[in-house]
């Protein structure tokens, strides 16, 4: 079976500019989450989702930052205008539908290397 | 104050050694609690899952004192493999989870 899907895989873009990431959960899974990770930080949850609808975005840092689910099987996180400061390691993850065994891992994607200059 | 705090490292050791991470979580109400696993460059991957009475997963035992609210991960007989970092999660409400900033282990040979 094939995992949670992220693409692109490097993003390198001018400060100012709009960018885009991508992601596939896995098929059956309802919760999808965004994080973000650097050196200083660590990894950090901005956003997730269940069955499409945004359950907490609180840790979305700043109106630069939106995300949406369209579907069940695709969420785009965007920023507009990027900053060097969200440089980072963007990861996608999901995981399976409440009370499901096992429903609290969560299976991620290889990332988004994203910098900004 | 973060949800989950742990001691970065690095810690370097010697194949065949044990070493133990450590790791405090500040909600008392937490329920669930785990171990993830992050090679370089890599996704987190789950490791083990951290029960009340302690549980063991080969040469890997996870603890958990919930007076203290501290969360431990004790390696045996390291190896060369074992080199990553591992990431102390504690479940928050709903499905989300927070994680510790990880610590960073390399067995050497």
Known sequence: DAGVIQSPRHEVTEM????????????????????RQTMMRGL???????????IDDSGMPEDRFSAKMPNASFSTLKIQPSEPRDS???F???????GQGGFYEQYFGPGTRLTVT | RKEVEQDPGPFNVPEGATVAFNCTYSN???????????????EPKLLMSVYSSGNEDGRFTAQLNRASQYISLLIRDSKLSDSAT???VVKGGWNNLFFGTGTRLTVIP
């Open chain 1, 16 to 35: 100012g500019q709009e960018v885009t990431l991508r992601c596939k959960p896995i098929s059956g899974h309802d919760y999808l989450f965004w994080y």
């Open chain 2, 28 to 42: 008392s109400a937490s329920q669930s609690f785990f171990w993830y696993r992050q090679d370089c460059r890599k």
């Open chain 1, 88 to 90: 980072a390691v963007y």
């Open chain 1, 92 to 98: 996608c993850a999901s995981s399976l539908p409440y």
């Open chain 2, 86 to 88: 591992y990431l102390c």
């Open chain 1, 44 to 54: 950090e949850l901005l956003i997730y989702f269940n069955n499409n609808v945004p």
